[in-house]
């Protein structure tokens, strides 16, 4: 059984920076790609940025150049670098464990960005 948990997220103010984590705990061998999601109130969940194995990255158009996500293979913890942070960028962040056959969700952690 695999578990992934957020944190990091908080209150910023615009062309803040912020770093999210998420840490995979259990079969963490079975994760073949992981990544950040993010739902803002009344839309739906989209993709921010993604990682397949340990150096395959995808961005979102909208974070390109201001956002990077990493992923550390000894502690089992994926990052989401987040600078030049714009108030269209808040929302719940949720970070996913693809494995074959599942996909398993974080909880959440909450962005805000504003003044």
């Known amino acids: 059984q695999v578990q992934v948990v957020e944190s990091g997220g908080g209150l910023v103010q615009p062309g803040g920076s912020l770093r999210l984590s998420c840490v995979a705990s259990?079969?963490?061998?079975?994760?073949?790609?992981m990544g950040w999601y993010r739902q803002a109130p009344g839309d739906q969940r989209e993709l921010v940025a993604g990682i397949v194995g340990f150096t395959e990255t995808k961005y979102a158009d909208s974070v390109k150049g201001r956002f990077t996500i990493s992923r550390d293979r000894v502690k089992n913890v994926m990052y989401l670098r987040m600078d030049s942070l714009k108030p269209e960028d808040a929302g719940v962040y949720y970070c996913?464990?693809?494995?074959?056959?599942?996909?398993?969700w974080g909880q959440g952690t909450q962005v805000t960005v504003s003044s």
């Open positions: 996913k464990a693809a494995m074959p056959g599942r996909d398993i």
């Open positions: 259990g079969t963490t061998l079975r994760i073949n790609a």
